[in-house]
């Protein structure tokens, strides 16, 4: 989406992103990777002004909606804001952060769950132990914790750390994936969740792990990759993203609202 691009094609990219963020708040709640009125998702909007869409604070994510999402600026300025809730501090301070240093990151997805808080907490941090995993072979990022996140100073560390990827663990955090659209931020954190929760289950086993040898692991994610820029970026459609948004329509229809 060009910023020239003509006012309806840029109203219905910020419709669909909205529908889409708003889908990504449901299907995170329904995963029970949510955790109370805290952590965030975010979309940004395509438009010269430098804006991006993030939750109301005070409420639960199964209660966001396409019409209901926070406008906000790169300097934390409310745009838009409908329900008159404001927005969370330490939230404005992560996701501003990343959207205003990589354009490409459109959204912005961070979590607090049990397992991804417990393997950022770990000091070998995430292991490639499986399929899930091996995505995000030399894939990962870390920031180092450094309070709860309300320093604006922050930021710039948090993108030095960053860098190119799209997977950062926040150390005795949580996690945050990024996107190219918000499926991929979605899809991205599925994984990554399911890989904690894996990681955490093998652990514990005391057993002795199979090992996948370093050629085998970047082979796959790889393999990982090219299936994302298939869809990113030659415009395969997103069979899985659909699917997702399927089953919320069948129960939760009222996020598009």
Known sequence: ?????????????????????????????????????????????????????????????????????????????????????????????????????????????????????AVSSLKEGLLPLNQWS?????????????GVALDLDERARLVADLGDKF????RNHGLVTCGRSVAEAFKLMHNLERSCRAQLAIQATGAAIAPVSEGVARYTAQQYANLYDSIEVQGT???????????L?????NYMN
């Open 1 to 117: 989406m060009t910023r020239d691009a003509p006012l309806s094609a840029v109203r219905d990219v910020v419709r669909e992103r909205r529908i889409d963020l708003a889908a990504a708040y449901r299907l995170v709640h329904r995963l029970g990777l949510d955790d109370g009125i805290y952590t965030h998702i975010s979309v940004s909007l395509p438009d010269a002004h430098d804006r991006f869409l993030i939750n109301p604070f005070g409420l639960r994510f199964e209660e966001v909606t396409a019409s209901n999402l926070v406008t906000v600026d790169m300097d934390g300025n409310i745009v838009d804001d409908p329900l008159r809730l404001g927005i969370n501090p330490a939230g404005f301070t992560i996701h501003s952060a990343i959207h205003s240093a990589r354009k490409d990151a459109i959204c912005v997805l961070h979590t607090h769950t049990i397992a991804g808080v």
């Open 237 to 247: 459609s997103d069979i899985e993203w659909a699917a997702f948004r399927r089953m």
């Open 134 to 146: 091996l995505q995000f072979t030399e894939r990962v990022a870390y920031h180092d914790y450094e």
């Open 167 to 170: 997977v950062m663990v926040l």
């Open 249 to 253: 329509e069948r129960t939760d229809a």
